[in-house]
């Protein structure tokens, strides 16, 4: 049996990299694909008082509980299904449900940190980085935080400049060197994103042609 194709989509906060590892998902609409973000695997921090929690710092790798992430990924391959976490945001912690998720041909992993940990990179067939200039990035941010989660602008700055962008510089950024494909302007560069929907489907039918 042929395993999925796994997709890593990365960059900074505000990168565009939700919209490209969405329009690679539009362009599979005979095809089971699915999307996981690593935001869904942030720890369970239910043991911790709230005060603690809503000290986290959501952009360092030591938020991610990668250990799950890996395990229920391994099972997608080997075409089992999961049960996704889904982290509350108001809590600081994980809700008791979970989003049970059917395996898929192709899976497409998206997050600031998904190709921060080497054995979520060994399973990836296609690692991409979202390349986006710091000040698109930051507006962006100011918009959605502004707009979608009620936060003042002193508040999402005071957090770009404390934590944002110091862990992107330290933790993100650097990953770029591991990707396959650097892709600029997120999901407006159109011509990239045909490029790499092309790789997708030719892979998807060279492991069609070898299973015959």
Do not use: C, W
């Amino acid at each position: 049996m042929n395993r999925p194709v796994v997709i890593g989509v990365t960059g900074g906060t505000g990168s565009g990299k939700t919209t490209v590892a969405k329009r690679i998902l539009q362009s599979f609409p005979d095809q089971e694909v699915l999307m996981i973000e690593q935001d869904s695997y942030y720890k369970d921090q239910s043991h911790i008082p709230f005060e603690e929690r809503i000290k986290t710092n959501y952009d360092h790798p030591l938020a991610f509980d990668n250990d799950l992430f890996i395990k229920q990924l391994k099972d997608l391959l080997n075409y089992k299904p999961i049960e996704k976490p889904i982290y509350d945001y108001t809590r600081h912690t994980r809700k008791t449900e979970t989003i049970r998720v059917e395996p898929a041909d192709v899976i497409i992993i998206e997050g600031i940190l998904v190709l921060e940990d080497k054995r979520l990179r060994d399973l990836m067939d296609i690692k991409i980085f979202v390349d986006t200039d710091p000040d698109v990035r930051i507006i962006r941010r100011l918009v959605r935080d502004i707009s979608h989660r009620g936060r003042t602008m002193e508040s999402v700055i005071d957090q770009y400049l404390s934590v944002v962008r110091p862990m992107h510089l330290r933790f993100i950024e650097p990953t770029k060197r591991y990707a396959d494909i650097i892709i600029p302007e997120g999901g407006e560069n159109v011509v990239a994103i045909d490029l790499l929907v092309t790789k997708i489907k030719t892979i998807l039918e060279e492991r069609k042609v070898k299973q015959r």
